[in-house]
């Protein structure tokens, strides 16, 4: 695996969401969205969700290098 890059199974579609930074319940306050679909994770720290699909994703619109 190269470093930096996630494994499968800790992707989250919310990294390529344009609703990331608190524009979504779960952005803003924690609180799962209503009709994903979502795998809960658990690491030494916190838990999360690995969101597969959301009924509020925007694909994120990313500048490119000119």
């Given at each position: 695996?190269?470093?930096g890059?996630?494994?499968?199974?800790?992707?989250?579609l919310?990294?390529?969401?344009?609703?990331?930074?608190?524009?979504?319940?779960?952005?803003?306050?924690?609180?799962?969205?209503?009709?994903?679909d979502?795998?809960?994770?658990?690491?030494?720290?916190?838990?999360?969700?690995?969101?597969?699909?959301?009924p509020?994703?925007?694909?994120?619109?990313?500048?490119?290098?000119a």
């Open positions: 695996m190269e470093r890059k996630p494994k499968k199974e800790d992707y989250t919310c990294w390529e969401c344009a609703r990331a930074y608190g524009l979504c319940s779960w952005s803003k306050d924690f609180i799962p969205v209503a009709g994903w979502a795998t809960p994770t658990q690491n030494k720290r916190t838990s999360s969700y690995n969101v597969h699909s959301c509020l994703f925007i694909k994120e619109k990313r500048r490119t290098k």
